[in-house]
């Protein structure tokens, strides 16, 4: 009897303290933070959507009109990155993409010696950029440099081709920046040096043509080709980016896993110049990831470039990162604003590689267009009809969702972002007026130099 008790009392105890256990309130959940959606779908509305690394891995392509809410979407995805210690490359024609990058690194308490800056409205620091410079062959980089200033040019013809090509050449195989073009051109004893070492037969022949004219002569020729080159060398940040000695080491960067590169390409009234720059960094980013052909993939740190307004840089160079990046652990996340914006070829090569697809609101010809890709169901009229922040999430492998994106965190402490930045701009770059005193005195150290007038120098304030 007093067994049976014993079991009856524990069996008491049991109980009560079961039912203490139930009515005490439970510890609120931990924030999921990488929810970066809900679903709108009927049969899961209000569920939380999540991207996987590997759901970014075939790249990501977002299309919608201005407003839609692709930038809030894309911080989504970049603070899960941030997270995932993924390294990121951000970047961006309008510059807001990367200063919220850039706030949302401080708030997480990334390293500052994780992220490097270049900022084209930057005054005090630069980092500096050789596009003659990096991973590949020489004529390779020359030629691209190249193709960049013929497609933003108005007008073009043999001679200016003929001698820009050789020039880009001549600095791209003796290791000197862009910024010395005008001494090539103008200062013989520079030129001879650069000669000499130099193994190029093409190369030298056609200089040698060029110094046996005359100076009339030679002036005909130079000055059109300094004309084309007048948006790299439009403003003091610019000339001070190309002339630097202490460059970008795009490799390091790259090579280091939760490394994270922000690029401001926003000039103000120069837009032509921070597209060329664009064109010319994500070049030398590809033929940077590109030469991990010889690094066994287990030892590749993945990369993701964000590139908000894609379109206006160059696209054979996304068609080939598209088509081969995944190989080399290089992932693309590319946004713009409607179909007209980009060629036939790329936007094939965009319809059959991208692993996910994001459509926001667009506009009826988009929508007409991207009639036959929507899942069964989904209009035209709905999608043109969309709402801020909603959009149409269509993977390759599974299936279409419409979601409603969250809310990116946005931080408002402006005196720890600044003291932040400032951390950043002296790890990544030299002081901009030292940079440019080397240049000048590059210049003036040149007597033939010294009486010339360059065409970005009769632009007065504009393109000081």
Known sequence: MERLLCL?????????????????PKPPAKPDRHVIATSLEDNTLGEPVRLQQTDLARHAYFLGSTGSGKTNFIMNLIEQDLDA??????????????????????????????VALLD???????????????????????LHLLDVVRTEADSWGVQIDEV???????????????????????????????????????????????????EEKQLAWALPVLNKLTPLFATKGMRAILGADQNLNLERILETKGSVLLISLAVDELHRTGRMLGSLLVSAISRTMLARVNVPEEKRNPVRLYVDEFENMASETFESLIAEGRRFKF???????????????????????VGLQGLFCCGYQDAKEL?????????VARLTSLQPGELLLMPRAGESQLVRCTLSRKHT???????????????TGTPIAKVLLQVEADRQGSASLQSLRRPWDLGGGACN
């Open 85 to 114: 210690g993924q390294s990121i490359v951000v970047l961006d024609l309008r510059g807001d993409l990367v200063e919220r990058t850039l706030s949302l690194c401080e708030a997480k308490d990334v390293h500052s010696g994780r």
């Open 413 to 427: 402490d402006q005196t720890a972002i600044l003291a932040y930045r400032e951390e950043v701009l002296r790890d």
């Open 331 to 353: 992932s693309l996340v590319l946004s713009h604003q409607n179909l007209a914006q980009i060629p036939p070829r790329l936007k094939a090569v965009i319809r059959n590689n």
């Open 8 to 24: 009856f009392e524990g069996l008491i105890i049991w109980l009560c303290d079961l039912f203490l256990k139930s009515s005490r």
């Open 164 to 214: 820009m090509r050789n020039a880009f050449l001549l600095l791209a195989a003796t290791n000197h920046p862009v910024t010395d073009i005008e001494r090539l051109l103008f200062d013989m004893a520079f030129l001879t040096k650069l000669l000499e070492a130099s193994d190029d037969p093409a190369v030298s022949s056609f200089f040698e043509r060029y110094q046996a004219l005359s």
């Open 371 to 379: 009639m036959w890709e929507l899942p069964e169901g989904f209009t």
């Open 120 to 142: 084209l409205r930057e005054k005090e620091y630069v980092a500096g950029f050789n596009p003659l410079a990096g991973d590949g062959e020489p004529f390779v980089r020359a």
